[in-house]
């Protein structure tokens, strides 16, 4: 998620607990995102992510995707490295999805 001040972050359960992010945390493509936290989850854990970005024409956009927990090991001295697949992303959201993605690599 990219917050107000351009930061990669990530929130947990609505907000309750959120971590901001360092360059190369965050990967994301149409079909799924790779990311580091400080978070463990079980493999298959379905999850709901929200992303916020600022396009470039239509401003402040928002997407909420839902992913199933693939892939989640210990990364040395960083947390765990999780990969979620998306369940269903629909054609309307792949756009903004590449404008986010691209905005995560200039970070």
Known sequence: MLTGTDTPSLYLDY???AQRCGCGDIDLSER???FTSRWQF??????SVLL???HP???LCRMTLEGIVVWCEPKADKGHESTL???ELPDELKPSL???SH?????
């Open 15 to 17: 907000g309750v607990d």
């Open 32 to 34: 799924g995102m790779r």
């Open 52 to 54: 916020v970005h600022m």
């Open 57 to 59: 024409r239509l401003g």
């Open 85 to 87: 697949l998306f369940l």
């Open 98 to 100: 590449r404008e986010f």
């Open 42 to 47: 079980s493999i298959g854990t379905q999850l």
């Open 103 to 107: 905005q995560l690599a200039a970070v």
